[in-house]
């Protein structure tokens, strides 16, 4: 028997369009055309995808979802340098994200910084720091 492959994360939106614009802002290549459905799939890496699934399309399959504030998961991006994280963080709030921690230098050796998409799902940036 074949062992099932990771190849998707997905987040439960409850306005899909407002999700796509803010992974659209974050460099993500959205697909044209993915508002017009309750579903969209975004390519992360090479064989990942992230899902994005509107409150109500989940409820037609799953009548006892009900959606909770905040968000229940995160995203990490890897930058090339601490700077790449304070440049990453700028974006995404000058694009209308809700910062959770603005860029520090991590106790375990990293630049970090974390914003929230729509949904309250943490989006995190980090870099290694010179000599950790």
């Given at each position: 028997m074949t062992q099932p492959r990771f190849n998707a994360i997905g987040f439960a939106?409850?306005?899909?369009?407002?999700?796509?614009e803010f992974y659209r802002a974050l460099?993500?290549?959205?697909?044209?055309?993915?508002?017009s459905g309750p579903h969209a799939e975004i390519?992360?890496?090479?064989g990942v995808k992230l899902l994005l699934?509107?409150?109500?399309?989940?409820?037609?399959?799953?009548?006892g979802f009900t959606p909770e504030p905040g968000?229940?998961?995160?995203?990490?991006?890897e930058c090339a340098d601490p700077a790449g994280v304070d440049?990453?963080?700028?974006?995404m709030?000058?694009?209308g994200a809700k910062s959770h921690l603005a860029p520090w230098d991590a106790f375990w050796g990293q630049r970090y910084a974390v914003v929230h998409d729509p949904d309250g799902n943490g989006v995190d940036f980090y870099a290694a720091?010179?000599?950790a």
């Amino acid at each position: 028997m074949t062992q099932p492959r990771f190849n998707a994360i997905g987040f439960a939106v409850a306005d899909l369009g407002r999700s796509l614009e803010f992974y659209r802002a974050l460099g993500l290549a959205v697909p044209d055309g993915a508002e017009s459905g309750p579903h969209a799939e975004i390519p992360l890496a090479p064989g990942v995808k992230l899902l994005l699934d509107t409150h109500e399309s989940i409820a037609a399959f799953d009548p006892g979802f009900t959606p909770e504030p905040g968000g229940h998961g995160s995203l990490a991006f890897e930058c090339a340098d601490p700077a790449g994280v304070d440049a990453a963080y700028g974006r995404m709030i000058a694009a209308g994200a809700k910062s959770h921690l603005a860029p520090w230098d991590a106790f375990w050796g990293q630049r970090y910084a974390v914003v929230h998409d729509p949904d309250g799902n943490g989006v995190d940036f980090y870099a290694a720091l010179p000599g950790a």
